[in-house]
């Protein structure tokens, strides 16, 4: 992800990127795809993605939420507890 968003000059566009991205996460943990989550959320949570304000703040707040909530599972706390809840 962070290659194809950050080569989109367009803000609105980077932001849907974005969005489409989060929905192929959301996706991919329904489908128990978890090498496919995780790559998707590490590179969303690149740090050239995340510094990315105004791109950020294009995106939805459902989708931001939706993130933030996906984002939880890839947390080392505990020992990855809630990713190993979840799987």
């Not at 990855?80 to 799987?87: E, M, P, S, W």
Request: net charge positive; glycine share 6%.
């Amino acid at each position: 992800p962070p290659t194809c968003v950050l080569q989109e000059p367009e803000l609105k566009l980077r932001a849907k990127l974005i969005k489409f991205f989060i929905r192929v996460a959301s996706e991919l943990k329904t489908l128990r795809n978890w090498s496919g989550f995780f790559a998707i959320m590490i590179g969303l949570g690149s740090g050239a993605i995340t510094t990315l304000k105004d791109t950020w703040k294009a995106v939805p707040a459902k989708y931001t939420t939706l993130f933030s909530e996906l984002e939880e599972l890839c947390q080392p706390m505990g020992n990855f507890q809630r990713y190993r809840v979840a799987i």
